[in-house]
């Protein structure tokens, strides 16, 4: 849920044509220019300035052999082979005839190109640029001999004679001319914007012709430029006037800022291209777009971000509330403020609040990526929402639409539903039935049903005298007991009196949730006949459904790990520093906000379970962490989670198990009939 800037968006308007020029896919190293740079070293500069990696290498090809396929409603393209291939690439290209495909769109046969090659802007070049280029791409890439692909346009997007009019009229071919009256920063930002970053390409609204409506901010079309369009069913926001210059680096150098995080193909924009710009262009880009008058914006560009403020008052009263709290908050937390460098905020958050929820549905259905840089090299993802139903999203956007200072208009299901046919998501196989927490407010108990629910979501802010720790049922039960193989709480009340191995003997429900308050919490047990623990069990009772005794529920439990697998602690330490730590903490301490307040747990020391918690052991552990940690790292509904190898999650389990912890005094009462588990810490 984030600032969205697609990168092919132009397609859905205009042709690629299959013999233009082509970039490459792997990530090329961090360039700067300097005056001592070799001409190939500023040729690969300026290829990263234009981007020309974004269309030019097809997924897992040669590199800047071309292939990459592109739909359009008009057909089918393929991107060219721009290697210096001297059959199949561009290897007998003269530079007089790179100039003219660049600036003009006609290749060598005398074949005009399709201006989805974003000629109209290149031609904007300077010589000087235009020839380090050339000697790049012939002289510092591999040569690949790759043959192109043929086009499968329809009649009468089949016929290139119609473009030479289609230039004439909307193609001017002259470099950029700096503006006398702008200082240097804005003229050179502006020869950026406007030429190599084709920034309007997207950004840009389009006329009947399919042509941007301007190509510059001078003029009475100028109004136009980098105006916002909606493309590729994402919706490129205005650029104008657009935040801080020094936010407007940050998120081309890092992918994010204070306000948003990059997503969609403007992801891969930021991993290829404007991380590797100098600290001066990106300024001068910065600057330049700060100087554009403000338009007909979606929303005005916040100068600060909104601070944290107290979880909306419908946050469990409403039915988008609940879902959202089932399904977002563990990322963007109850006060929609996001976490630092992983999840953005949604508060404030321009793809959010936009006139145009284009990009929200987007993300929601198919998911989302944090761009792949030097500042921030892990990729955090979110899970597409696909198997929600139309109805169910339109209530959980709306919800987010119009809470934390957003003031967005409502979404109804019929704007989901028609996204969901132009994007036709994929959604998982998985049997098991999450139930919905928006559920609880049909129930006839259903104050009750939502404060045992609120019980397990925040239970050491409910009921301090019982949790001894920083830890929350949901800690273990994750989405408050709603997440396959995350100890869901669906049908477990159906199973009790039952017999519990390790007190040997029939135990109730109450008996079950105060070992819980004991171990894990390292607290005291809730009086049987409370309030509240008459709501916890109420909770237990609405999330039994249709279970029987004799039943078995998919997804419950963590599942299992092969307890043949030996554990190797040092490895588990790497797998911990390297994949845990960042929301666990170095030591295990847990991840806090600035003003203290937790936002994920501790996995030892003093505010964490004891050693009698069912997670203190390594078997247990590993099958908790195999399917559900890390979260943001995999695609898995509801949490992005998983993506550790059987023997990773034993080695990490091992790890931070067998760290130090709270005692648990009534250990010598556990399994009393013997049974006692191999990997159990005493």
Known sequence: MDLTLPRLAILASSLLFVHQLHASEPTPATASVTPGSSLIEQGKYVAQLGDCIACHTAKGGAVMAGGLELKTPMGTLYSSNIT?????????????????????????????????????????????????????????????????????????????????????????????????????????????????????????????????????????????????ETVEEWRALSLRNLWTVEDTVQLLKTGQNRFATVSGNMADVIHHSTQHFTDGDLTAIATYLKSLPAGKDDLPMPVEPRTPTEPPAALFTSRGGLGYTQFCADCHRPDGGGVNAMFPPLAGNPSVASANPASLLHITLTGWKTAETATHPRVYTMPGFARLSDQEIAEILSFVRSNWGNSGSAISAVQVKQMRAQLNPTTDSSTFETPRLADMLAAPNADQVVRGMRLHLQTKALLPDNVGNSLNCTSCHLNAGTVADGSPFVGVSAFFPGYAPRAGKQITLQERINGCFRRSMNGQPLPVQSTDMQAMVAYFDWMKLNTKPEDKVAGRGVGKVDTALKPDMENGQRVYAKQCAVCHGAEGEGLKRADGALVFPPLWGDESFNIGAGMARVYTAAAFVKRNMPIGFHEKFPLGQGGLSDQEAVDVADYFSQQPRPDFPDKVKDWPNGGKPVDARY
């Not at 046969?109 to 010589?127: H, K, Q, T, V």
């Not at 001999?145 to 086009?151: F, G, I, M, P, T």
């Open 84 to 228: 210096p291939d001297p059959d199949t690439g561009i290897g007998r290209y003269t530079f007089e005839q790179f100039d003219r495909a660049m600036r003009e769109g006609v290749n060598p046969a005398g074949d005009n190109l399709y201006p989805a090659m974003p000629y109209p802007s290149y031609a904007n070049m300077s010589e000087t640029d235009m020839r380090a280029l050339y000697a790049y791409l012939l002289q510092g890439v591999t040569p690949v001999s790759q043959v192109n692909l043929e086009a499968d346009m329809s009649w009468p997007f089949n016929q290139r004679w119609g473009l030479w009019f289609w230039n004439q009229m909307f193609v001017d071919s002259q470099p950029f001319v700096p503006d006398p009256g702008k200082d240097d920063a804005v003229n050179r930002g502006a020869y950026l914007v406007q030429g190599l970053g084709h920034c309007g390409a997207c950004h840009t609204p389009r006329g009947i012709a399919f042509q941007e409506k301007a190509m510059s901010d001078a003029g009475s079309s100028g109004k136009h430029f980098l105006a916002g």
